[in-house]
């Protein structure tokens, strides 16, 4: 099994739409969560944290589920400049490496 | 403040051909990491370093050397290219390691090996 897996898409979505992606990681001593953003033949950008109380940044929302140990991001009202693949990223406790998952796909459709 | 730095931008190596990956980062981070991305595939860690003078192995290290002499610089080596390191590389940066902290990437380099 995958350290982190992720579904690669493509998710397209039309313009103004609400879409979520989750992602599950398998290493239950996990302990920080992030979600990066990186446009095509970019490199990655940190998009936001994920905390254990879920938190939000504008039409953003991360969720963590430590039970079932996955995270989520919901993209509400989503935009044009929405459109890239969205990783998530998990570490352990200590552990100075991020394990990276492959991606989402996200295509916003005017 | 440029952040990280990497060149070159493109490279074309031919098979056994060595070649120096440059990666500069003006945060003053601790932290500096080197990865690799196929397409379709997560990044995958080469190598990294806490701090200057001290290295060590990622999840695919083999064909690749790095060193630290500084903090500032963290540059890989390829030694006798293959057409498996044809892929993106991309240096990253952070204060804190992974789990307190952002990476910061450079803009990537873009190898191919023929």
């Known amino acids: 099994r995958k350290e982190v897996e992720q579904d690669p898409g493509p998710f397209n979505v039309p313009e103004g739409a609400t879409v979520a992606f989750n992602c599950t990681y398998s290493n239950s001593a996990s302990q920080s969560f992030f979600w990066y953003r990186q446009d095509c033949r970019k490199e990655p950008k940190l998009l936001m944290s994920?905390?254990?109380s879920g938190n939000e940044d504008g039409r953003f929302t991360a969720q963590l589920n430590r039970a079932s140990q996955y995270i989520s991001l919901l993209i509400r009202d989503s935009k044009l400049s929405d459109s890239a693949t969205y990783l998530c990223?998990?570490?352990?406790?200590?552990?100075?490496?991020?394990?990276f998952g492959t991606g989402t796909r996200l295509t916003i459709i005017p | 403040n440029a952040g990280v730095t990497q060149t070159p931008k493109f490279r074309i190596l031919k098979i056994g051909q060595s070649m120096t990956l440059q990666c500069t980062q003006d945060?003053?981070?601790?932290?500096m990491y080197w990865y690799r991305q196929d397409p379709g595939m997560g990044l995958k860690l080469i190598y990294y370093?806490?701090?200057?003078?001290?290295?060590d192995k990622g999840e695919v290290p083999n064909g690749y050397n790095v060193s630290r002499s500084t903090t500032e610089d963290f540059p890989l080596r390829l030694e006798l290219a293959a057409p498996s390191q044809t892929s993106v590389y991309f240096c990253?940066?952070?204060?804190?390691?992974?789990?307190?902290?952002?990476?910061?990437f450079g803009p990537g380099t873009r190898l191919t090996v023929l």
């Open positions: 370093s806490v701090g200057a003078g001290i290295t």
């Open positions: 994920v905390y254990s």
């Open positions: 990223v998990v570490n352990d406790f200590g552990n100075e490496k991020l394990t």
């Open positions: 945060m003053n981070h601790n932290y």
């Open positions: 990253a940066s952070g204060v804190a390691g992974g789990w307190t902290d952002t990476q910061y």
